[in-house]
């Protein structure tokens, strides 16, 4: 048995190009599928523990699939926008803390979340280095943007303005990083956390400019009644909040009719939450409460069904691939067929003939199945990590 | 050593028959086999080592009756007593020559592969003059070399008989002799029996006896079948296709 094994071990090495075609493609027949599952329900497991982290979402009625997904996963477009008064409403309610999220703008490609500080100790994040923000205009980073910006406290970023052809929409708002998060391997890691009214001065809609009772600022003011000062373009506004100036910075407006994204909405208890939902069943709600597990849930459906379709077709691949390998083996036992006479001729047994062509098979197989389990089971210890990746970015 | 009686053999397909009423090779003879292609001289050979079984008759090898074991006893049989060479070397390409020596001693268990056996097969390679390329891939050797790899091969097993099939027809003179050279060395100091399927006259000289198919092939039937094969010098009838 030992002679023969070796007899296969010389075949396959000296035919190491086929042998490796071959194991090659047993090793990726066999590990698609597989891998595939696996990925697929890590995929599942990774979107469905935040969405079941996150009892109750309330957002305006629209796609329960972009509010999720924005205010999950800081993904996909900006949900129709509510008001904070619908914040109020669910605080007032006395059934849930409300923890508003407005997620609309970015610093280059990562999104600023406007939030409370509830928000921290609802999701566990902790600040690794630094502090939480405290004064309008501070940022806490995620860990992943903290590194692949290089920043850290003490440095500042910049928000984006959402477009730069706008030139009365959003303008850039440097802000001071206070703060780094602990990583979570989580949306959070590549997320800018602001103060909510922090995100509303990026907007415009919280500013500071000039004191316009200022001699130097008289120039520019266009009309004064009473309380109202109309004034030209020329009236410095500050796009970096500072000590200096941060006393001039002033609301126009109740805060209940600013706009935020989402609210995290967390039940005091199951019942709470249920009656909470019940309010929100009216038809004419501009508002709309979802469970995230639930919408997370129907797009895991309909993302298995693919996963369906995709493993069927791998099978059939598979069936060809195998019928394809079965053939290379007889055309190679037809290329072979003057060896085996020649064994056959010196005397070479039947058995050990036999086992020398079979052990060549067994051991491409086995080569191929053996690979496509490392490769599994690499995937299911760090396929998590790329899945992260490749779904946060 | 050898002892055919009214052997009848017929391919399934074909025409092709022999008939060999009697042959008889003693031990230790060295006997060289001529005859037009296709008269069945390499079939004779074939019949000789067990690798074929006759339709009738016996074929009797250093005394055992070859032509009645089953098929896994004759290969036996073969791998322990007989050394088989041939035209076109067949040696595994995936090999080294150390390893297309010692193929017999892996590929039936009736051989046992150990210490003294790979250090005869380094000093057979040696002998042959093939000493310094026994790691050496066989397809990075000349026709010679091949051929003396291939009746290293033969020899390892130290078979009292050597049936070679034109072991010299693709050999240039200079390696034709030393090939024949080493087969009949071989054959002298261990008194094995040597018989050789050869088209070459030039080396009939170097053999004992001569057993010409041709002449046999022409004879009419009932000549044939009454007769056996004998030295040329005596032109009695031997084996003979019909």
Known sequence: MKDTLYLAWRYL?????????????????????????????????????????????????????????????FESDTPDLTTYSEAVRIEDSGLAQPIPLYVRFRSREYPIVGTTLEYFGFRGLEVASGRSMAVLGECVLGSRVAADLGVGPGDTVVSSPESVFDLAGVYPLKMQVVGVLAPLYTADDHAIFVDLKTAWVIQGLVHGHQDMDAPEAAAGVLKREGDNITANASVVQYNEITPDNVDSFHFHGGMD??????????????????????????????????????????????????????????????????????????????????????????GGSRLSIGTLLVSEIVAVLLAGVLLAGLLTVLTAQFGEGLIRALLLG | MISISE??????????????????VESGERVAVIGPSGSGKTTLLNLIAGIRSPQSGSVITNQVDISGLADGARRDFRIRNIGLVFQEFELLEYLNVLDNILLAYRINASLQLNKEVRQRAVELAEMMGIGDKVSRNVRRLSQGEKQRVAVCRALLAEPPLLLADEPTGNLDPTNKDKVLDILIEYAESKGSTLVTVTHD?????????????????DLPEQVSKTSGPQDLETQDPGPRTS
Not at chain 1, 67 to 73: D, E, F, H, K
């Open chain 1, 13 to 73: 090495a000296h035919h190491r190009v086929k042998t490796a075609i071959l194991v090659g493609s047993l090793t990726l027949i066999t590990f698609l599928p597989v891998g595939l599952n696996v990925i697929v329900g890590q995929s599942a497991r990774e979107l469905t523990s935040r969405a079941e982290a996150t009892p109750l979402l309330v957002g305006a009625k629209g796609s329960p699939l972009e509010l999720a997904l924005n205010s999950l996963y």
């Open chain 1, 257 to 346: 009719g600013y706009p935020i994204s989402a609210i995290i909405a967390v039940p005091h208890d199951q019942k709470s939450g249920t009656i909470l939902m019940g309010r929100y069943e009216a038809d004419d709600d501009i508002s709309q409460i979802v469970q995230p597990a639930t919408v997370m849930n129907e797009l895991l459906g309909t993302i298995l069904t693919i996963r369906e379709f995709v493993v069927a077709a791998l099978i059939l691949v598979a069936i060809a691939t195998l019928a394809t390998a079965a053939l290379v083996f007889l055309l190679s036992l037809r290329l072979r067929r003057r060896e085996i006479d020649t064994m056959s001729k010196i």
């Open chain 2, 7 to 24: 052997l009848r053999f017929r391919y399934s397909q074909g025409g092709f028959a022999l008939y060999v009423p009697e042959l008889e």
């Open chain 2, 201 to 217: 006259h030039d080396l009939l000289s170097r053999f004992q006896r001569i057993i010409d198919f041709k002449q046999f092939y």
